[in-house]
């Protein structure tokens, strides 16, 4: 490749909502992007017609290895790779390992059998790997905190990092971003809609303070590390600042127009009560609920306060959308969408 070639970019697990802004940002930038996606994978988020395709099945090491290596032109690699692949709902809890872990470590053994090892790639993991911060002080999330998750999802995410950090032949960067944002996206989008309906809910009595970020700034921070960050690190990707539930919510009402808004506050032992019932219901149905104990745990945490200088400093993350400008965006998407 030469100089003025453009970057050829893989995105594995680009069907999601987060994927569709990392390659929509990649496609900006010029660069040759690669949707790595599985033959069940919605394509809703990805329609341009710049896109190109590789199905990847990671039950099939043999399938995996003969997509990886035969796609491209031979002797021709993929400069980055983005790993955005994960659930972040599962009925069955042990498919969090599975899907988080497991369908990692066979994506990177696949690499290496292949030849295929890009220069650099970036895997995004989830501020739920940390585990709870200070509840007490509220002093924030640093990225070089010893990490004690609390939930199945925050395990598999940090047993996918220790596998990574135990290969030092692989060029790793790790995302680990606070709640992600923007839209299409389902779950914050239900709190949007209850506040639009005068209601918000949220449990427990003490102060609880919330980071964001919006997915273009997510996607514009996957390429900026990915040209800059040393590697070998994680960083905490997240708006600069925390907001307690009641700027949250005056934040929506104001993008919603919404004056009167009743806050409802359920005590702890409730909302556990609801989500175990919730979890329950979702094994039944075979469908992954919103609530159910592992979000639990997440909803109950008190501070999800974010250092990120780390970030700042070591490839210049600059987030430009805070929380205001970013839900003004959401509520327009969203009554965009019920006027089709």
Known sequence: MSATDPKRVLIVGAGGFIGGFIAAESLRRGYDTWCGVRASTSRRFLTDPRLKFVQLDFDDPSALDTALSHT????IKWDWIVYNLGATKCTNFLDFNRI????????VESLERTGMMPSRMLYMSSLSALGPGDEVGYSPMTADMVPDPNTRYGLSKIKAEAFL??????PWIVFRPTGVYGPHEQDYLMMVKCIDRHFDFGIGFRRQMLTFIYVEDLARAVFDALSRAPLHRAY???????YTQEEFRAIVARALGRRFVIPVRLPLWVAKAVSAIAGKWGKITMKPTTLNPDKYKIMRQRNWS???????????????VDLATGI???VESWRAGQRK
């Open 72 to 75: 491209l032109p031979p002797g």
């Open 100 to 107: 988080n872990f497991g369908f990692l470590r066979t994506f």
């Open 165 to 170: 950090q135990s290969r030092p032949d692989v």
């Open 236 to 242: 905490i990707i997240s708006e600069p600042r925390a």
């Open 306 to 320: 974010c250092d990120i200088s780390q970030s700042v400093s070591l490839f210049g993350f600059d987030p430009q």
């Open 328 to 330: 003004s965006r959401v």
